[in-house]
């Protein structure tokens, strides 16, 4: 029986070949748009999950509050809060610390030979970090490898790159000229999917002798992105109540004096990569989007029940194709029972040819998804179980869901209704009708949703920064320097300048685009504020105002020539109205306490966006200081080659044994854009995919309506209609349906796009007209998908369809 029903199916297929390719196409295309779209959401998923003890792992966040208001949320905090978590918390197993640097690391061989090169990724950090995450050290014990200062545990592409062939065990490399460490490990590359990467360990002892051990027990100093690791038994809301206890009880006195309170929050590791986007996170420029995943989760069910859709609704349309055949079938014996296998029998060959054919395209396009996500997603993870259970889950319920309801349809025709020719049926309009209105308000809602992101990332990487960025070659700064640097740049300056495309050069300690983790207390010594407010400082020369046509809006610039103004800073507005200047003018002249130091108000810029429109403008405060981290060329050729050529010279004279590394500074801000860019490329090749699986649907449905309605469209123009009134009139349902659809998406996407937008502090505001046009396009797609088969139809000659009447 088994074996008819196959055959049965297979024949039905072959000769109705364009129902089983449009079948086949719409459930493969959705299958497979929905398993990588899963894959990239499993991928941002697994962030962290290799290390073993991941749900037990949580790191401190560090908030301050000041006036009640809350002005820091940092993922760092302060070097002190893991120490006193584990002497004071049964619960606390154990804590690390990672305490990020950057800089130049030299090896010399026995042979004399130098191997140079500049690292970003580098962390301090102390011998409980092999303990507490799993970081595979490869060479040396990791129990002592960071024991006591100078000691350095590197990666295999780091030591490749000093050593070579060589073991690099008990070898010594230098840090920034100075500082000599043994190297007493090699690891693992940090795996991709770590919210936390780095290329070198630096042991803590190194940092606690160079600070007198202040990177032991400092509270106020929050550099430190700190991990504790909890007991699995232990709760940990009430481990965060003690902790909060313990901390009003030490510190409760000093907060109340000085008007501030700190909090140190446990922040579960596994939830870092997607819901934490908080000030000096380990890499904010890979930091994942948990709405952005919960937004591809949602199109990607969208495709698949889209194509399920269509397979029911083609169907159940096809039903009374198949009415003849169910009610000879009934007359020679068959049951409702055998009828139902029977279909959901085709069902299964459908699918199941579908699954290979999806499989066949996940395969061929993995690389190209990935390269469009930018996320390294391993095709391994085609092999995976899960990967195994989800395309079977798919599969299982794409037979049943697809399959059962035009099984229950077809096998439920009366025979003598069906043989009297009296069958002309609606069974199934109704649900037919409610489905193509589902696949319209997905496809308005996506529509609408992919414009939205995009106007989106638009408005933020082409609105006005209050600075610029353009024609801006940024040069690393050197690390290797002496006593003499102040002067050394000062003849720097000089020899640069005299090249031809080179207009201006300033040294400043961040850039545009480059987080400042330099953040002090300040307050006025008159007037203002109860207590200080914290504010992010930078330190420039004389030139970085002009350079970036910064715009002052009170005062002047702070300048060499002018006696004493290395004890003046400027403002920007935002820091001006948290001191409550009543306006920028009052804050010239006025005396304010930055840390322990007593300086002068010399100016207040208009605000600028030092990081992206993703972060609100924070206050900051500018100083007159001699900074090596960056050198900004604003420069007056397209020829950057040259430049760098004649760069070479006096940089390697003036500055030797700094490797020359370079980045454009417009290109380095719209970094921070990268993931959203990635979200809005990925979102709208999917939401095409999804309404292209719609279409096809529609327009295989509109091909089995005509061909139901042929005999009338033939007496229709025997009556007189034209081609037009035809094609108007079986378009019609159709268009009402979307009308329909889009009365029901407006009000879903307007909500849903404007939470979405809400995340952002400078956002757009969504134009309602977008709406109707998003649905204006809906209906010209589904006046297209219909017109096609409705047109041809009516351009058939009545004599062929009625010759038999």
Same mark, same amino acid.
């Given at each position: 029986m088994i074996k008819? @029903?196959?055959?049965?199916?297979?024949? #039905? +297929?072959?000769?109705?070949?364009? +129902?089983? +390719?449009?079948?086949?196409?719409?459930?493969?295309?959705?299958?497979?748009?929905?398993?990588? %779209?899963?894959? *990239?959401?499993? @991928?941002?998923?697994?962030?962290?999950? +290799?290390?073993?003890?991941a749900e037990n792992i949580y790191r401190i966040q560090y908030n301050v509050y000041q #006036? #009640?208001? /809350? &002005?820091?949320?940092?993922?760092a905090a302060v070097p002190a809060s893991g120490p006193a978590l584990k002497d004071n918390f049964p619960e606390v197993k154990q804590f690390t610390r990672l305490f990020p640097f950057t800089g130049t690391i030299n090896y010399r061989n026995a042979g004399g030979q130098d191997k140079t090169f500049r690292e970003e990724k580098m962390q301090i950090t102390d011998p409980a970090v092999f303990e507490v995450f799993d970081f595979n050290l490869i060479l040396g014990n990791a129990e002592t490898a960071l024991l006591g200062p100078d000691k350095a545990v590197i990666s295999e592409s780091a030591a490749r790159k000093l050593f070579g062939e060589e073991d690099p065990m008990n070898k010594y490399i230098t840090f920034n000229g100075e500082r000599k460490a043994e190297v007493t490990g090699v690891f693992a590359d940090v795996p991709d999917n770590s919210h936390i990467k780095f290329n070198v360990l630096l042991s803590y002892q190194t940092l606690n002798n160079e600070t007198s051990n202040d990177s032991e027990t400092n509270w106020e100093w929050y550099d430190f992105n700190t991990y504790v690791l909890v007991d699995p038994s232990a709760d940990v809301n009430e481990l965060q109540s003690k902790w909060d206890d313990y901390l009003q009880k030490e510190h409760g006195e000093k907060w109340e004096k000085g008007g501030f309170k700190q909090e140190f929050i446990l922040q579960p590791l596994l939830d870092i990569h997607l819901y934490s986007n908080l000030l000096q996170e380990s890499m904010p420029e890979e930091q994942g989007d948990g709405n952005a995943v919960y937004f591809l989760t949602i199109i990607a069910l969208f495709i698949l029940i889209i194509a399920w859709v269509n397979y029911i609704n083609l169907a159940t349309a096809k039903s009374f194709e198949r009415a003849n055949e169910v009610g000879v079938r009934k007359v020679m014996g068959a049951h409702q029972g055998q009828l139902m296998y029977q279909f959901l029998t085709e069902s299964f060959m459908i699918n199941l040819l579908a699954t290979v054919v999806a499989l066949i395209v996940v395969w061929v396009s993995w690389p190209s998804f990935a390269a469009l996500a930018g996320r390294n997603i391993p095709i391994s993870f085609m092999f995976e179980t899960d990967f195994v259970l989800l395309l079977s889950l798919f599969f299982a319920a794409g037979t049943l869901l697809s399959g059962f309801y035009p099984a229950l349809i077809l096998s439920s025709f009366k025979p003598i209704m069906v043989l009297k020719g009296r069958l002309v049926t609606s069974k199934g309009s109704i649900l037919r009708q409610s489905l193509v209105i589902f696949q319209f308000v997905a496809s308005v809602f996506l529509i609408s949703g992919t414009v939205i992101v995009y106007q989106q990332l638009s408005f933020m990487q082409n609105r006005d920064l209050g600075i610029n960025i353009d024609q801006t070659l940024v040069l690393k700064g050197p690390s290797v320097t002496d006593s003499l640097y102040a002067q050394n740049l000062e003849t720097f300056k000089n020899e640069v300048l005299k090249i031809a495309g080179i207009k201006q050069l300033t040294a400043s300690s961040n850039v545009p685009g480059n987080e400042i983790f330099w953040t002090r207390g300040i307050e006025r010594l008159q007037g203002g504020p109860e207590s200080d407010i914290i504010v992010y400082?930078?330190? $420039?020369?004389?030139? @970085? $105002?002009p350079a970036f046509d910064l715009k002052l809006v009170a005062g002047r610039n702070l300048t060499q020539n002018i006696k004493g103004d290395q004890k003046r800073l400027l403002l920007n507005r935002a820091l001006a109205d948290a001191l409550e200047f009543r306006n920028p003018e009052e804050a010239i002249g006025k005396k304010v306490r930055l840390g322990g130091d007593t300086l002068e108000i010399a100016g207040v810029l208009e605000n600028y966006h030092q990081m992206s429109l993703k972060n609100k403008v924070a206050p900051l405060a500018l100083r007159l200081w001699p900074s090596r981290a960056f050198f900004s060329f604003k420069i007056e050729t397209d020829n950057y080659h040259q430049i760098l050529a004649s760069l070479e010279e006096p940089w390697r004279t003036i500055f030797p044994g700094n490797p020359v590394e370079y980045f454009f500074l417009d290109e380095f801000f719209n970094r921070q854009y990268k993931s959203d860019h990635q979200f809005g490329r990925v979102f709208g090749l999917f939401s095409a /995919?999804? %309404?292209?699986?719609?279409?096809?649907?529609?327009?295989? /449905?509109?091909?089995?309506?005509? $061909?139901?309605?042929?005999?009338? %469209?033939?007496?229709?123009?025997?009556?007189?209609? &034209?081609? *037009?009134? %035809?094609?108007? /009139?079986?378009?019609?349902?159709? $268009?009402?349906?979307v009308i329909i659809a889009n009365l029901i998406a407006w009000p879903l996407a307007w909500w849903v796009m404007n939470n979405w937008l809400d995340a952002f502090p400078y956002h757009i505001d969504i134009n309602p007209l977008l709406f109707l046009f998003a649905g204006l396009g809906v209906i010209l797609i589904a006046f297209l998908s219909v017109g096609f088969q409705t047109l041809k139809a009516a351009m058939l000659n009545p004599a062929d369809t009625l010759k038999y009447e």
């Open positions: 008819n @029903y196959f055959i049965s199916a297979l024949r #039905n +297929f072959l000769h109705h070949k364009s +129902f089983t +390719f449009l079948n086949v196409l719409g459930l493969s295309i959705g299958l497979a748009a929905s398993l990588l %779209i899963l894959q *990239y959401v499993k @991928y941002e998923k697994s962030f962290d999950t +290799f290390h073993s003890q #006036n #009640n208001k /809350l &002005t820091v949320e940092s993922a400082n930078a330190s $420039i020369d004389e030139d @970085y $105002i /995919l999804a %309404i292209f699986v719609a279409c096809l649907g529609l327009s295989g /449905l509109a091909s089995f309506m005509t $061909i139901q309605r042929t005999k009338e %469209i033939g007496v229709r123009k025997v009556l007189g209609s &034209t081609a *037009y009134n %035809i094609v108007l /009139l079986l378009s019609k349902g159709f $268009i009402q349906l």
